[in-house]
């Protein structure tokens, strides 16, 4: 017959630094060490926001979830980064969801122009079930938007005039970013688009290849845009806003405790990032208009949003699923 002894505790030091050291490795083994991506500079309002998300996340884990963010876009192209991230090559990314559009139908939809009425209205849908059902459409594709940071609202600027009303733009050569959406905008509106890269705006408005263009007030200052384009008009025709994501399967495989604090953590940090981008905006309003610029206000935008009629049916068309998510944004208060 086999017999068994009881088990003893071991308490010598030996036994005991073994058990810490198996304490110590399980531990690790659940620790998660992240990488996340960010285009933007030290100083800009993202940059900041990602940094304090990534200090939340080690505090409000204990340690046990640590990000560490590579800004400037050492570790690539916003399209590479986006497809690292769906892959689970890097963790984390703050993105514009322009890019993401070909990606996941449902954040192409932010691209409509005047979708948003103004920064508030963006918030309120993008804060609410409209922003759950994008994240949702972009969870299917691998990513998983955690929290919604300001990129701020384009408006029209150029060389020749104040632009009031839908029939200014008509027979304005305008730059736009390579999208057949932005495209289809300014010639619904009388215009006529010049897609091109960004770097080459400046010298295409100072030599007249191109009237005008159309940006938020951080990029038309930055740039210089302002002294050979002096004529800026508030119509907010785009308002794209940009994302914290997560690998999806990242994301799944967090406890329910651990989701619900990195979450908390985005959107902490997206409390930060849209103060500092309102300041920056405000910011660089005040300085180009004491440069001179001529600025007017568009109060109400009306006549332009009708005159998108024809690039809302071809994109509905196209993308007739999307139809209620358009409606369920447009009726957002």
Not at 199 to 224: F, R
Not at 230 to 245: F, R
Not at 288 to 299: C, L, S, T
């Amino acid at each position: 017959m086999i017999r068994f002894r009881k088990a003893i505790p071991c308490l010598a030091a030996p036994c005991l630094a073994a058990t810490a050291l198996l304490a110590s490795l399980a531990t690790a083994a659940q620790a998660a060490e992240w990488r996340g991506w960010n285009i933007h500079k030290p100083g800009y309002p993202n940059t900041v926001a990602m940094d304090k998300f990534a200090e939340l996340l080690d505090q409000k884990s204990g340690g046990k979830i640590t990000l560490k963010m590579f800004h400037s876009g050492t570790l690539g192209t916003q399209p590479d980064a986006i497809e690292q991230v769906r892959i689970g090559g890097l963790e984390i990314g703050n993105f514009n969801l322009g890019p993401i559009g070909p990606v996941a139908p449902e954040a192409n939809v932010v691209s409509l122009p005047f979708i948003f009425r103004d920064m508030g209205h963006m918030h309120r849908a993008l804060d609410g079930e409209a922003g759950d059902r994008i994240s949702a459409g972009m969870a299917e594709k691998g990513l998983v938007a955690l929290a919604w940071y300001d990129s701020g609202a384009r408006s029209f600027y150029n060389s020749k005039k104040p632009i009031e009303t839908p029939a200014d733009v008509s027979g304005m050569k305008v730059r736009v970013m390579n999208n057949d959406l932005y495209s289809g905008m300014i010639a619904a509106l009388g215009g006529n688009p010049s897609p091109m890269a960004f770097s080459e705006v400046y010298q295409s408005l100072k030599t007249g290849v191109v009237d005008g263009a159309e940006n938020n007030w951080p990029s038309y200052e930055s740039t210089g845009h302002f002294e050979v384009a002096g004529y800026y008009s508030l119509s907010q025709h785009l308002i794209i806003p940009e994302c914290v994501c997560i690998n999806a399967t990242v994301y799944d495989g967090l406890s329910d405790a651990d989701k619900a604090l990195v979450k908390a953590a985005a959107r902490e940090s997206a409390t930060l990032q849209r103060e500092l981008w309102a300041k920056r905006a405000e910011t660089s309003r005040e300085k180009v208009i004491q440069a001179g610029v001529k600025f007017n206000d568009i109060p109400d935008k009306a006549a332009f949003q009708e005159a998108m009629q024809p690039v809302y049916d071809k994109y509905l068309g196209d993308n007739p699923d999307l139809k209620p998510l358009v409606e369920l944004i447009k009726g957002t208060k």
